[in-house]
């Protein structure tokens, strides 16, 4: 019933921009933490950056700060990910999130790609 459809990955050249959509359905969205992560070949699954219920309440990855933004949008049950100055080291499948207490939902992935 749960839900998350990841979008907007692709190939992009380093420096360039992205943006992520992951939009949510069979669940209450509003009550849900959100989050992005990320997953290279070869390295372990790494929260990138999550948004809680209030969305004042957001945390990142030190290596995307000041690059990266995440939003949610309540009405539309959408979280983004705001992708600037890509660098090589960003390319990973990122997966979307839901938590809230003992449920938790994850997307299929979408793959962003940082090359010349």
């Known amino acids: 019933q749960a839900q998350l459809v990841e979008s907007g990955g692709g190939l992009v050249q380093p420096g360039g921009s992205l943006r992520l959509s992951c939009a949510a359905s069979?669940?209450?969205?509003?009550?849900?933490?959100m989050s992005w992560y990320r997953q290279a070949p070869g390295k372990e699954r790494e929260l990138v950056a999550a948004?809680?219920?209030?969305?004042?309440?957001?945390n990142y990855h030190d290596s995307v700060k000041g690059r990266f933004t995440v939003s949610r949008d309540n009405a539309k049950n959408t979280i983004y990910l705001q992708m600037n100055s890509l660098r090589p080291e960003d390319t990973a499948v990122y997966y979307c999130?839901?938590?809230?207490?003992?449920?938790?939902?994850w997307g299929q992935g979408t793959q962003v790609t940082v090359s010349s």
């Open positions: 948004i809680g219920t209030v969305a004042s309440n957001i």
């Open positions: 069979g669940f209450t969205f509003s009550r849900y933490t």
């Open positions: 999130r839901a938590q809230l207490f003992l449920n938790n939902y």
